[in-house]
């Protein structure tokens, strides 16, 4: 965990994310939390991630999300070297039938 994130107003946000239950309710909290291009962006770095862990080129990943070669490389190092947050995420969709393995 990096140091630098984990403060008491991080934990406040999370605890807030933790308490909303549907898909709907999400895109409420995030349409108010959020810009439109801050939630895009997160949602093209999911994107880009699952692309990544599919083994897909930089180039075709650029083309279908827009994302730079520099986004994909940041992502590529959070796949490699980072908390295995994404790895989490991905298990769970593959255990929900909600993204291919």
Same mark, same amino acid.
């Given at each position: 965990?990096?140091? !630098?994130? !984990?403060?008491?107003?991080?934990?406040?946000?999370?605890?807030?994310?933790?308490?909303?239950?549907?898909?709907?309710?999400?895109?409420?909290?995030?349409?108010?939390?959020?810009?439109?291009?801050?939630?895009?962006?997160?949602? #093209?770095?999911?994107?880009?991630?699952?692309?990544?862990?599919?083994?897909?080129?930089?180039?075709?990943?650029?083309?279908? @999300?827009?994302?730079? @070669?520099?986004?994909?490389?940041?992502?590529?190092?959070?796949? #490699?070297?980072?908390?295995?947050?994404?790895?989490?995420?991905?298990?769970?969709?593959?255990? !929900?039938?909600?993204?291919?393995?």
């Amino acid at each position: 965990m990096n140091k !630098k994130i !984990k403060t008491k107003a991080v934990d406040h946000l999370l605890d807030a994310i933790l308490c909303l239950r549907t898909k709907e309710e999400c895109y409420n909290f995030f349409e108010d939390l959020c810009t439109v291009n801050e939630l895009l962006s997160l949602s #093209q770095r999911f994107e880009v991630a699952t692309m990544l862990r599919d083994h897909r080129t930089y180039l075709d990943i650029a083309e279908k @999300t827009g994302a730079s @070669t520099a986004t994909i490389s940041r992502v590529n190092r959070s796949l #490699q070297y980072g908390s295995d947050g994404y790895e989490l995420i991905f298990e769970r969709l593959e255990k !929900k039938g909600l993204v291919e393995e």
